[in-house]
């Protein structure tokens, strides 16, 4: 029988195989015809310690014996208190306030609805948002509208609401950044919202820490709200816990989401400093922050976010992600000193670089390099003809040597023809 699932960001007419996956451990997918497969993307960005990483796994089944579910509108709960005072250790002293939400896109929308309300609340006229080129911050509908316009969303575009954009700050053409942004905060704009450090679905683009410092100072100067979305970044991606600690930088709200369970459950958080706590608190009811869903908070899930912060305080994780940026570092450096490819680039654990030829995220390279991939046992996704490694900190370095080996004989594959149905 053909499954009734439409799976995301799958054309199903293209009738690729999808694979059935019934077990993850470690660095590890077990499929249902009994493969092993690496999991060099952690599963899109989320698997942090590994599939099935004990501590978290034990925290979850514990929380599902005493409390699934309740409602967060006027109630709490001890995981989320754990793990809203732990992300208070955590994380910058002036973000003192925890917003709960599902996804990486939920967190973008409740950062763009903070900003606005604190605008609101001053009485002040400042409603624009500010976005880089190339940047992506989710497929929900606020979320759409300050990522990158193209082929993901042209069919939604009367859904969307306009923004003003910064050019990619390119190495050697940070200046005209600078000046777009300084030119759209001078005009009032409510807040700028950036991918710090790696602009991931955009094509794994970096730029370095004095960029993203020279923008929030920007930003700093004339008022504009900094959001920082470190969905991605977050939890140890670029070499620190945040990204934006390599730069000195404290937004005004941040973003997290993907890693902050481990990646085994769904949560995000929304952070803000206490000015856009205040601007919403008051005694009047119709000024309260009007944002929820029905599992905001959700117990288990923050019992899962509590396990994952315990295992940061631990220190071991450090090691961990240092390890794997220079054997990362090691391996990349090799595939490109016998192969033909582009913009070699590193960002603590994410590596990346081009197949050179047709670009874009429809380039004609993507299914074919999807397919060696998936029938060598690899879980890798290519980006267009942006190729990209970012596996879970615990791969072991034979495993890391096995998902480079892969890469290089997809290499050599592209320079036979491509076959009908490649």
Known sequence: MTSPIWHPFTQHGLEEAIPTVVKGEGALLHTADGREVIDGISSWWVTTH?????PIIEAIREQATKLDQVIFAGWTHEPAENVARGLREMMPDALTRVFFSDSGSTAVEVALKMALGYWQAQGARREGIVVMEHSYHGDTIGAMSVGERGVFNQAYEPLLFDVAKVPFPAEGAEQACYDALDRACANGAAAFIVEPLVLGAGGMLMYSPAVLAEMRSICARHGTLFIADEVMTGWGRTGT??????AGVVPDILCLSKGLTGGAIPLAVTMASEPIWEAHYSTDRAKMFFHSSSYTANPIACAAAAANLAIW???SVRDQVATLVERQAKHLSA???DHEIENV?????IAAFDVPGAQGYLADVQPRLLKFFRENDLLLRPLGNTVYVMPPYCISEAQLARVYEVIASALRSLREPAHDGA
Not at 345 to 349: A, I, L, M, Y
């Open 335 to 337: 595939l490109a000193a």
């Open 50 to 54: 590994g599939h099935n990483h004990p």
């Open 313 to 315: 305080r631990e220190g």
């Open 241 to 246: 816990l945040l990204a934006c600690e390599q």
């Open 345 to 349: 680039r590193q960002c603590g654990t």
